[in-house]
């Protein structure tokens, strides 16, 4: 398999896992899909397409659904795999609800974070074994 292959399985994975959330969500709220689509902004076609994943959709999208679904919409990023779940964090839902800018530029700044992190993580880990080696020399 490919990596587009795979990156194509893991992209309907996440499509069909935001979808049946969606609709999951939507039944709960016993609302029909023209209802949500209408409060959401969407069309009744489109939001169908996202409920059995055949459609991925925007940070923006999602926004509107929540919405009008009343839920909130770090619950659906998390869902649609464009937040890591965990600790509500001020930089990541700036970025992800600036409407400045496009979703590919969205998810490049949240990879770049994401990376500082790791690295700052890492460099921590590293530094408490240095100590622990100098304590255990002396």
Do not use: C
């Not at 464009?82 to 990541?92: D, K, Q």
């Not at 994401?114 to 002396?138: L, P, R, Y």
């Amino acid at each position: 398999m490919s990596q587009d292959e795979k990156l194509a399985a893991v992209v309907t994975h996440a499509a069909s896992d935001i979808g049946s959330f969606i609709r999951t969500q939507r039944e709960a709220a016993q609302v029909s899909v023209r209802q949500l689509a209408e409060k959401a902004g969407v069309s009744n076609p489109y939001l169908s397409q996202i409920e059995r994943g055949l459609r991925k959709p925007s940070a923006e999208v999602l926004n509107q659904i929540a919405k009008a679904l009343r839920v909130s919409a770090e619950v659906l990023y998390v869902q649609a795999g464009i937040l890591e779940p965990g600790e509500s964090n001020a930089v990541r839902d700036a970025v992800v609800t600036d409407t400045a800018i496009t979703e590919r530029q969205k998810q490049v700044l949240l990879d770049i974070y994401n990376s500082f992190i790791q690295q700052n993580e890492a460099a921590i880990e590293q530094d408490a074994i240095a100590a622990g080696e100098e304590s255990a020399t002396e």
